[in-house]
């Protein structure tokens, strides 16, 4: 299945064409496509001498103190050799933020700039401009004036404005707002859930001719005009645009409900007459490979579909309840890039130490924390600082959520035999330097792993556990010998994932009693103004937007190491680490507190019991 959606070509989208003042005496007239233009010149085949009396807009951005010459030099040389718009050039460097950006093509094309962040959004004027009209040219419905269509755009020119007063019949007004703040109006308004209802009807229209039968149809869970077809790729195209982690199908009762994990908290966006549950979910399993006769035990699957131009691979879990069979599908986007290890937020100290560790020759770097938390993040940016040509990298995930092209990666198959067991043993017999376990579940592997860290190679792993002490314990718990831990563990990395205050409803506010109590007895510094978000369009009014790593490093020193072996207790490990310098989560999350990153409310809800 593929699911793909009109996207706009920057080559040939529309472009403005609206006249600027005339530059001061002797600047210097306007040369090619490549030149220090806006970028929002004339479209192609356009005389390029009508230019000829206009300021462009490097000159103005640098002029105003918003850029640099060197700046706009390396700019332009960038848009030589892989094209593009100048100003789009400049935010992907890094020089200007959209919204500057936006700005300054208002200011210097006499535009007004729509705040699409705060504007309210009139779901009736959704009518006026189809779905693939704005993705086509970047554009959405702001408000009305009278009789005229406000519309925000991230390129204007006077044949967009045209092409929208057709469409809509009416008179259209420009207004200016940064791409990405389009596209976000765009993929949250444009609901690929809307025709959500109709789709449940046909299905119901249909039920009585069914009812009578045990199992549906092979026809009406793999047509792709079959309702249930076509609501399936609705859930997964919307999820993908709500920037979701996790879908959730639940049937409680007489009804399914469809929840998204998005940021790490649960929303549910429908609610399904039960009736349609079963077909939703052999739709799922035909689309995972998975045994649609079999609803009594557990199964899992997995799919690739594209998604508005995105490759995603989807991970399926099912499972009987009470309430009927359950499905779990997990998104993971292929089409994102990599983080470095420098960009995963953690502190200097804890990066540099960090570092080191994962450049050891031999032993045990682990990553804990609970489902959900970065680990799969972490140890892939790990991966990457690690990758050398002059060493044999191999792994065994399940699944494989990013290629490397030049590390040999293992997919786990349980119906093969291929588990993590199996597959780290067969790794040892194809010599590698350095080797990743995707997560340890068992005791096995646990094994393999701990030995194959003391006869010379570095292992890199996952683990649940609450944070990096606890970790410690597991392995205990799993049997394995004290000081076996004690000399293959070099260091373990406890992490979480906290929401960020939406930088576009960030405001001031008086904590509660019961946060101040928390903030201080956490260790928090005085500090007398407090943020968090109030909720706006950008944040589908949570007042968060994004996520943000919290760690704690804990490095296996002597002093460590020989209570390991002791069997010392978690708050013993624990005095030991913060007393040579361990930073804890707590103490983490509340310095994100201190620089107004974060809310006291969301540090509490993610790790209160640490």
Not at 55 to 64: F, H, T
Not at 423 to 437: A, E, K, N, T
Not at 503 to 524: A, H, I, N, R
């Amino acid at each position: 299945m593929a699911l793909r959606r009109k996207s706009r070509d920057d080559d040939g989208g529309s472009v403005a064409t609206v006249a600027a003042p005339a530059p001061p005496a002797g600047a210097p007239a306007h040369g090619s496509a490549h030149d220090r233009t806006t970028g929002f010149g004339p479209k192609p085949g356009a005389d390029p001498q009508g230019e000829a009396g206009r300021q462009r807009l490097g000159e103005r951005l640098v002029a105003s103190g918003l850029i640099t010459e060197a700046q706009l030099d390396e700019a332009l040389a960038m848009q030589r050799s892989g094209g593009g718009l100048l100003g789009e050039v400049l935010v992907s460097m890094g020089f200007l933020t959209e919204q500057t950006l936006a700005q300054a093509l208002a200011s210097f094309f006499g535009y007004d700039v729509a705040n699409l962040r705060r504007e309210p959004i009139d779901s009736a004027l959704l009518d006026l401009i189809p779905e693939d009209l704005a993705r086509e040219y970047m554009c959405f419905p702001v408000r009305l004036e009278g009789d005229t269509l406000c519309m925000a755009v991230a390129e204007p020119s006077d044949e967009l404005s045209a092409r929208l007063a057709r469409a809509s019949g009416r008179r259209v007004k420009l207004l200016i707002a940064p791409m990405g703040d389009v596209k976000w109006a765009i993929d949250s308004n444009y609901h690929a859930l809307s025709n959500v209802e109709r789709l449940v009807q046909v299905f119901e229209s249909v039920e009585g001719s069914r009812r009578g039968r045990p199992e549906v149809s092979e026809s009406e869970i793999v047509s792709e005009d079959a309702p249930v077809v076509q609501l399936v790729d609705s859930i997964l195209t919307q999820a993908m645009r709500d920037r979701t982690s996790d879908v959730h199908i639940e049937p409680t009762g007489d009804v399914v409900r469809v929840r998204f994990r998005i940021d790490g908290a649960m929303k549910e966006v429908l609610t399904l007459p039960g009736s349609i549950g079963p077909s939703l979910i052999s739709r799922i399993k035909i689309m995972a490979n998975m045994n649609i006769v079999e609803r009594r035990r557990p199964q899992d699957g997995q799919l690739a579909i594209v998604i508005d131009g995105r490759e995603v691979d989807v991970r399926v879990a099912t499972v009987a309840t009470v309430g009927g069979e359950v499905c779990v599908m997990r998104l993971l986007d292929k089409t994102r890039s990599v983080l470095r290890l420098s960009e995963l937020g953690m502190p200097p100290v804890t990066h540099g130490a960090f570092s080191k560790l994962v450049r050891s020759p031999f032993g045990m770097v682990l990553c804990a924390g609970p489902t959900g938390s970065g680990k799969t993040t972490t140890l892939y940016a790990s991966l990457s600082e690690v990758n050398d040509p002059t060493l044999n990298i191999m792994t065994i995930e399940d699944p494989v959520e990013y290629v490397f092209p030049t590390i040999n990666q293992i997919q786990t198959n349980e119906q093969a035999g291929l588990t993590f067991a199996n597959g780290l043993r067969s790794i040892l017999r194809q010599d590698p330097d350095v080797i990743l376990v995707g997560e340890i579940r068992d005791v096995e592997t646990t094994r393999v792993a701990v030995q194959s860290a003391l006869t010379g190679h570095f292992v890199l792993s996952s683990l649940h556990a609450t944070d990096s002490v606890s970790a410690l314990h597991r392995f205990l718990d799993m049997g394995i010998e004290s000081f076996l831990i004690a000399s293959s563990v070099l260091g373990v990395v406890g992490q979480r994932l906290l929401r960020r205050i939406c930088p576009s409803c960030k405001t001031t506010y008086t904590p509660t009693d019961e946060e101040m109590v928390f903030y201080e007895e956490s260790g928090g510094s005085p500090k007398g103004v407090f943020y968090h978000g109030v909720g706006c369009n950008f944040c589908a009014n949570t007042g968060y937007k994004d996520r943000i790593g919290v760690y704690e490093l804990l490095t296996m020193t002597s002093e460590i190491r020989r209570l390991v072996v002791g069997w010392a207790t978690q708050e013993e490990l624990r005095n030991m680490a913060v007393k040579q310098g361990m930073s804890t989560l707590k103490q983490e999350a509340i310095r994100l507190v201190e620089n107004d990153i974060t809310s006291i409310a969301e540090v509490i809800r993610g790790m209160y019991t640490l």
